[in-house]
């Protein structure tokens, strides 16, 4: 009987074993899953940061080194309205609710 019981014991023990890597390697898995997702939402805030950057410069050269003639005006608020544009475009590449309602308000003060 106690050979029984001993091939019982480590019948449970590999068992647990087997499950514990299983649950680790899910875990794994899913922590892989989301980075790569965060890492994606990171590249798509970097690239319209970019963006922002360009046309903030434009703008600010445009106003500063203007003729201040209203076409100046037209084309200052234009670009403001195409970045407002790429910003909206890109809540809908984001995954993470937060920089959804980030990047959402972000566009709402770039009109």
Known sequence: MSGQRFGRRWLWIALAVVVVIAVGGLAQWAIAGSRSASTADCAVVEDVALQWNT?????????????????DYRGVADRQRQMADSLRVA?????????????????????
Not at 55 to 71: C, W
Not at 91 to 111: E, N, Y
């Open 55 to 71: 046309n903030a410069a434009a703008v600010r050269d445009t106003l500063l080194n203007g003729g201040g003639r209203p076409e």
């Open 91 to 111: 809540v809908d590449s984001v995954d993470a609710p937060d920089i959804k309602k980030h990047l959402r308000s972000w566009a709402d003060g770039a009109l």
